[in-house]
């Protein structure tokens, strides 16, 4: 099974960046379709941004622009760039890691994000 592992959330003011990390264990990283998803107090968890294993890129329209997905196989890391960071984006980003192929769907254990003055 694979495990995921966050880190790099905290406390930032209004316009500030972040940089949200996610480490995979195992060895078929490079063929995971990986995500960051968000989940704020009250209300649903909703999709952030997705990279598959060819780089492919998608993003939810509130972060276009602002947020970038990257992924470095070697390290089977996936990084969450966030810049221009807004008070709603104050969330719990957790990491998500798909093949469905392989029977593979894991999520990490979640960091806070709180923009805030």
């Known amino acids: 099974q694979v495990q995921l592992v966050e880190s790099g959330g905290g406390l930032v003011q209004p316009g500030g960046s972040l940089r949200l990390s996610c480490a995979a264990s195992?060895?078929?990283?490079?063929?995971?379709?990986m995500g960051w998803f968000r989940q704020a107090p009250g209300k649903q968890r909703e999709l952030v941004a997705t990279i598959s294993g060819i780089l492919s890129t998608v993003y939810a329209a509130s972060v276009k622009g602002r947020f970038t997905i990257s992924r470095d196989n070697a390290k089977n890391t996936v990084f969450l760039q966030m810049n221009s960071l807004r008070p709603e984006d104050t969330a719990v980003y957790y990491c998500n890691a798909v093949n469905r192929a392989l029977g593979v769907d894991a999520w990490g254990q979640g960091t806070q994000v709180t923009v805030s003055s």
């Open positions: 195992g060895s078929i990283f490079s063929i995971m379709l």
